[in-house]
């Protein structure tokens, strides 16, 4: 009797829980993009996006920042700055990409930041260099949406001396809607 009555208690918790993400599925796809918040964080990511059917979805590739100093040698990291002024730069040629399409950095749901290893910091990303660019534009008063993330650090890009690449996903609902 205890294991029917457990195997009852199992089937019973496995529909509630499967009534209540439905209920929450159709909540969401009626409110739009759901980002998730990080639970006990105020990291400006969202640990997931939510981005419901009747929405268009644009794969942005990677960019790199365009060369800040052309008197510095061609192809050094003097030639783009550092971390943080290459991720402002970078964030500002999608911001202009995205522009272009009608959307904004609000619309970015999912980011993949590529970040090569810094010679000024023993070939260590510059992940607080990256932070403090990132943090102008994503989670703030002015544009509080926060996409999911990634950050990692390679080996190098295409372009020597370019220390990040940023590749994004935007979404907007359908035309109409």
Not at 90 to 109: N, Y
Not at 140 to 165: D, F, Y
């Amino acid at each position: 009797m205890i294991m029917i009555h457990r195997g009852f208690m199992r089937f019973t918790a496995a529909l509630v829980l499967g009534v209540c993400s439905s209920a929450a599925l159709v909540a969401q796809s009626q409110s739009g993009v759901v980002r998730i918040p990080v639970p006990n964080s105020d990291f400006p990511i969202s640990q997931g996006v939510w981005v419901p059917s009747g929405y268009d979805t644009l794969y942005l590739s990677g960019t790199i920042p365009p060369v800040s100093n052309p008197a510095a040698p061609k192809g050094s990291v003097q030639s783009y700055g550092d971390t943080q002024t290459q991720t402002v730069a970078v964030l500002k040629r999608i911001e202009q990409a995205l522009a272009s399409q009608k959307l904004s950095l609000g619309d970015v749901v999912m980011m993949h930041a590529f970040l090569v290893g810094d010679p000024a910091k023993d070939g260590k990303m510059d992940f607080a260099g990256f932070m403090a660019g990132y943090s102008q534009f994503f989670g703030t008063k002015e544009q509080p949406n926060k996409p999911a993330r990634s950050a990692l650090q390679v080996a190098a890009l295409a372009a020597p001396g370019a220390l990040i690449e940023i590749e994004v996903i935007a979404a907007r609902p359908h035309a109409g809607k």
